[in-house]
């Protein structure tokens, strides 16, 4: 962990800053191993503290490794005891994330410290997109709890059951193997609500001939995982195969040309070409794919603006979709690894198309 507060402290320069304080969840539990959602990090170039309230004073104490000082602010709260901190450690410029601190605890901070308070942009976030092999194995235990909840699915995929019920069984499916909890909501959407790539699960009724898409993922040890499978309630009819085999093309070739020190543009090219040349253009209208860890929507991405190069030790779903109004969608996502030479599919459930 030390290591970390090293690197945390490696980006004062740019930050313009002679310390942070962390708000986003997911640093502070990086930086500190603290995993409660209460709590902030004030790091200094001489020490670091991590500030929570009675309530959480064992967990953090517990789960606070190294150099950092667990600080209970339950008699002061939080402007207070930052203020008190930056005065004796001398700080003149404090960082703070713009991302995840609300206006109103900004406007407090800002009265109560008399250090100048500093925007800074995701730059903390960047510390975790290269995942250790530690980190790799939860997501692989993660992603591995859904693939075991899309086997158990299958059976209960039948006309009469509805959209609300699938998505619960999802979610107590990978309970039952052990993750936590969701990553996100279970997207489950049949018929002509699967044209809509995000759709809430519903009352409807799943029919003979429906697609369903199942995006859904778990939480396990604090890791995220992702899938998508779109499946056929019995005999899929010609459109629905063209769509379906187009996805399962363009997600293939996106895959084989996932490496580190390509761009996520240029993977989500491969993808889009492919379903633009078939016509289908302006059906995937999304990014190909994000990357995915303590969160699940992390940096970098794959999508028609990324510039940034992927490296190895990097997770990135792979996730193209074909979304036909009054008809019905597709997608098809794995969630991989980049390897020194390409990538490792974390996924193994089926991608050809399941009729049931
Ligand atoms: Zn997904
Ligand atoms: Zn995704």
């Given at each position: 962990?030390?290591?970390?507060?090293?690197?945390?402290?490696?980006?004062?320069?740019?930050?313009?800053?002679?310390?942070?304080?962390?708000?986003?969840?997911?640093?502070?539990?990086?930086?500190?191993?603290?995993?409660?959602?209460?709590?902030?990090?004030?790091?200094?170039?001489?020490?670091?503290?991590?500030?929570?309230?009675?309530?959480?004073?064992?967990?953090?104490?517990?789960?606070?490794?190294?150099?950092?000082?667990?600080?209970?602010?339950?008699?002061?709260?939080?402007?207070?005891?930052?203020?008190?901190?930056?005065?004796?450690?001398?700080?003149?410029?404090?960082?703070?994330?713009?991302?995840?601190?609300?206006?109103?605890?900004?406007?407090?901070?800002?009265?109560?410290?008399?250090?100048?308070?500093?925007?800074?942009?995701?730059?903390?976030?960047?510390?975790?997109?290269?995942?250790?092999?530690?980190?790799?194995?939860?997501?692989?235990?993660?992603?591995?709890?859904?693939?075991?909840?899309?086997?158990?699915?299958?059976?209960?995929?039948?006309?009469?059951?509805?959209?609300?019920?699938?998505?619960?069984?999802?979610?107590?499916?990978?309970?039952?193997?052990?993750?936590?909890?969701?990553?996100?909501?279970?997207?489950?959407?049949?018929?002509?609500?699967?044209?809509?790539?995000?759709?809430?699960?519903?009352?409807?009724?799943?029919?003979?001939?429906?697609?369903?898409?199942?995006?859904?993922?778990?939480?396990?040890?604090?890791?995220?995982?992702?899938?998508?499978?779109?499946?056929?309630?019995?005999?899929?009819?010609?459109?629905?195969?063209?769509?379906?085999?187009?996805?399962?093309?363009?997600?293939?070739?996106?895959?084989?040309?996932?490496?580190?020190?390509?761009?996520?543009?240029?993977?989500?090219?491969?993808?889009?070409?492919?379903?633009?040349?078939?016509?289908?253009?302006?059906?995937?209208?999304?990014?190909?794919?994000?990357?995915?860890?303590?969160?699940i929507h992390e940096d970098p991405n794959c999508n028609t603006?990324?510039?940034?190069?992927?490296?190895?030790?990097?997770?990135?779903?792979?996730?193209?979709?074909?979304?036909?109004?009054?008809?019905?969608?597709?997608?098809?996502?794995?969630?991989?690894?980049?390897?020194?030479?390409?990538?490792?599919?974390?996924?193994?459930?089926?991608?050809?198309?399941?009729?049931?």
């Amino acid at each position: 962990m030390s290591d970390v507060l090293a690197r945390v402290r490696e980006m004062f320069p740019i930050m313009k800053a002679d310390a942070v304080l962390v708000s986003d969840h997911a640093n502070v539990r990086y930086i500190s191993g603290y995993t409660n959602d209460t709590g902030v990090l004030l790091v200094t170039k001489e020490a670091a503290f991590l500030l929570t309230d009675f309530r959480f004073l064992f967990q953090a104490q517990e789960e606070v490794k190294g150099l950092i000082q667990v600080v209970d602010i339950s008699s002061v709260g939080y402007p207070a005891m930052v203020a008190e901190l930056c005065k004796t450690y001398g700080i003149s410029k404090l960082a703070f994330e713009r991302e995840t601190v609300t206006y109103r605890e900004f406007e407090e901070y800002r009265d109560a410290v008399s250090a100048v308070l500093v925007p800074i942009p995701k730059y903390l976030s960047e510390l975790r997109w290269i995942k250790t092999p530690e980190e790799i194995e939860k997501l692989r235990t993660a992603e591995h709890i859904g693939d075991l909840a899309f086997s158990e699915i299958l059976p209960h995929l039948k006309p009469g059951v509805t959209e609300l019920e699938i998505a619960a069984k999802l979610t107590y499916f990978m309970q039952m193997h052990g993750a936590s909890g969701n990553s996100f909501p279970p997207i489950v959407a049949s018929g002509i609500n699967s044209s809509m790539p995000h759709a809430m699960p519903s009352g409807r009724k799943l029919e003979k001939g429906d697609f369903v898409t199942m995006d859904f993922g778990c939480v396990y040890q604090g890791y995220c995982s992702d899938m998508t499978r779109t499946v056929v309630l019995g005999k899929a009819d010609p459109k629905q195969k063209e769509i379906y085999d187009l996805v399962y093309r363009a997600q293939t070739e996106a895959l084989a040309a996932l490496r580190p020190g390509k761009t996520g543009m240029e993977v989500d090219a491969v993808a889009r070409n492919i379903i633009a040349e078939a016509g289908y253009g302006d059906c995937f209208g999304h990014g190909l794919g994000h990357s995915v860890g303590l969160e699940i929507h992390e940096d970098p991405n794959c999508n028609t603006r990324e510039t940034r190069i992927l490296k190895e030790g990097m997770i990135m779903t792979v996730e193209p979709g074909i979304y036909v109004k009054d008809f019905g969608g597709v997608r098809i996502e794995d969630m991989v690894v980049l390897t020194a030479d390409g990538y490792e599919n974390l996924a193994f459930s089926e991608k050809k198309l399941i009729e049931l």
